[in-house]
């Protein structure tokens, strides 16, 4: 990926740093987003310019606000003069049994996981059609099989899904779009998913037995980007075989 640029939301903390330190090792330059996460952010991009100066910038957005997603590309070529490569990682999670729903939740949780993606998508179509680039969404595969008391996240990652292979289509043939859909890799930090009952119970529906990495999705991401010119609108589920169980 020597020359390369990728844009990766999300990418200060968890999933998201993974992503953004293995692009980096293949040689990607990285524009890093992040919304409230500066002291991640900062560390990360210190980190990473320390291994190869200037190489990654960082640069906060909201990205409820539609206005700002133009500006992040912008941003990002103006810095780089180019991009190559968009992994719309930034999501947000939580539970929303059916009497807890509100309209508050459903521009939360449908911003973040689908009208971002689109919008950033809809921003970066012309560079990226520019470069032959790519797109990499990571959904979910609760996508496929809604989870219970989650269902405004559950119906914003299938439309993620849809959005995935919709792109494929009407970003052909100069840019590929694809999708990876991570099982438990790492547990949530909201307090309900601190049980150690659930968590043995979620290990114990999958066939690998145990939780994945990080890096497990950042590997799977830099394959779609650099190592599978010929693979467009699929969805990758890496989850140590638990959606089969499901």
Not at 24 to 45: C, F, N
Request: glycine letters at 6%; hydrophobic letters at 45%.
């Amino acid at each position: 990926m020597q020359g390369k640029v990728d844009l990766v939301t999300g990418g200060a903390k968890r999933v998201g740093a993974a992503i953004c330190r293995r692009l980096h090792a293949a040689g990607a330059s990285i524009a890093l987003h992040y919304h409230t996460s500066t002291h991640e952010a900062v560390a990360l991009q210190t980190e990473l310019n320390a291994l190869r100066a200037a190489s990654v910038a960082s640069f906060s957005a909201d990205l409820l606000d539609l206005n700002a997603l133009p500006l992040l590309v912008a941003q990002t070529l103006s810095r780089f003069g180019r991009l190559d490569g968009l992994v719309n990682n930034a999501s947000s999670f939580y539970a929303t049994p059916l009497p807890d729903v509100n309209e508050a939740d459903w521009h939360d949780l449908l911003g973040t996981n689908l009208k971002a993606p689109l919008f950033l998508a809809q921003a970066a179509a012309t560079e990226l059609r520019r470069t032959h680039g790519s797109i990499v969404n990571i959904v979910d595969i609760h996508a496929d099989r809604p989870m219970k008391n989650h269902l405004v996240y559950s119906v914003a990652k299938s439309g993620l899904r849809a959005l995935t292979l919709g792109l494929a289509q009407e970003l052909a043939p100069q840019v590929r779009v694809n999708g990876v859909s991570p099982g438990t890799i790492l547990w949530p930090e909201h307090r309900d998913w601190q049980d150690a009952e659930t968590r043995a119970t979620i290990i114990a529906q999958t066939p690998l037995k145990r939780v994945g990495e990080p890096d497990d999705i950042a590997k799977t991401v830099a394959f779609l980007l650099q190592d599978a010119p010929y693979i467009t609108g699929q969805i990758i589920a890496v989850d140590g075989g638990k959606s089969i169980n499901n």
